[in-house]
């Protein structure tokens, strides 16, 4: 009920193209969805971020789509560049309280490369 | 730079070992959570503490524990270490005044056991 699944593992996408990475998580709990995107050698950073009160939130060329009676979640990258070429990685808020008390569960990550 | 400081960068140790690793968090930041990355893993949450205190546990191992000292920085002891703890070790700290929790990552220390 903790976990949260993330697909594809790995992903290659051509330049320009939409990258789509999916989530899904099962505890219903769960009251905030973020995305962390990790470069090698660096920890991850906040990307975008999402509340289950509202199904899209779109920043830039990232963009989540929120599905709440589906419990699933997904990013999609428009116009996909080499420079978006990372780890990506899906997490959400545990249960608890709000603020610094919860736990954030992450998903295993995708691996984005974007092709020149 | 994310202001979350973890040392070392590198650690390269013998099986059986133990050490033990350091994490600064975010200046005013109170939480500090461990997760530990692996190739087929991903981020594995290991613990969170809050101002000093212990709030909740994960997939962490009994040969692993960690504390949060006054000052606020955390360590993460690892002790008879297996091949198998070879692993990125990332701890992040949250801002108390975000209400949507970011987490700041440190850059992480990379643990090789040989």
């Known amino acids: 009920q903790q976990q949260v699944k993330q697909s594809p593992q790995s992903l290659i996408v051509q330049k320009g193209g939409i990258s789509i990475i999916n989530c899904a998580y099962e505890n219903t709990a769960f009251d905030y969805f973020p995305w962390y995107q990790q470069f090698p050698g660096k920890g991850p950073a906040l990307l975008i971020a999402?509340?289950?009160?509202?199904s899209e939130k779109k920043e830039g060329r990232f963009t989540i789509s929120f599905n709440k009676s589906a419990k699933q979640f997904s990013l999609h990258i428009m116009d996909s560049q080499p420079g978006d070429s990372a780890t990506y990685f899906c997490a959400a808020r545990g249960p608890g309280g709000g603020g610094a008390t919860n736990k954030l569960i992450f998903g295993t990550g995708t691996l984005l490369a974007v092709q020149p | 730079d994310s202001g979350v400081t973890q040392t070392p960068k590198h650690l390269i140790t013998a099986t059986g070992q133990r050490v033990t690793l350091r994490c600064s968090p975010r200046?005013?930041?109170?939480?500090v959570y461990w997760y530990q990355q692996s190739l087929d893993q991903g981020l594995q949450f290991l613990i969170q503490y809050y101002n000093g205190e212990e709030r909740a546990k994960g997939n962490i191992l009994e040969r692993f524990s960690a504390q949060q000292f006054p000052d606020l920085h955390s360590e993460l002891n690892l002790s008879s270490l297996e091949l198998g703890d070879s692993a990125l070790y990332f701890c992040?700290?949250?801002?108390?005044?975000?209400?949507?929790?970011?987490?700041?990552f440190g850059q992480g220390t990379r643990l090789t056991v040989v």
């Open positions: 999402i509340r289950p009160d509202v």
């Open positions: 200046s005013g930041d109170l939480s």
């Open positions: 992040a700290s949250i801002a108390l005044s975000t209400p949507n929790t970011e987490a700041f």
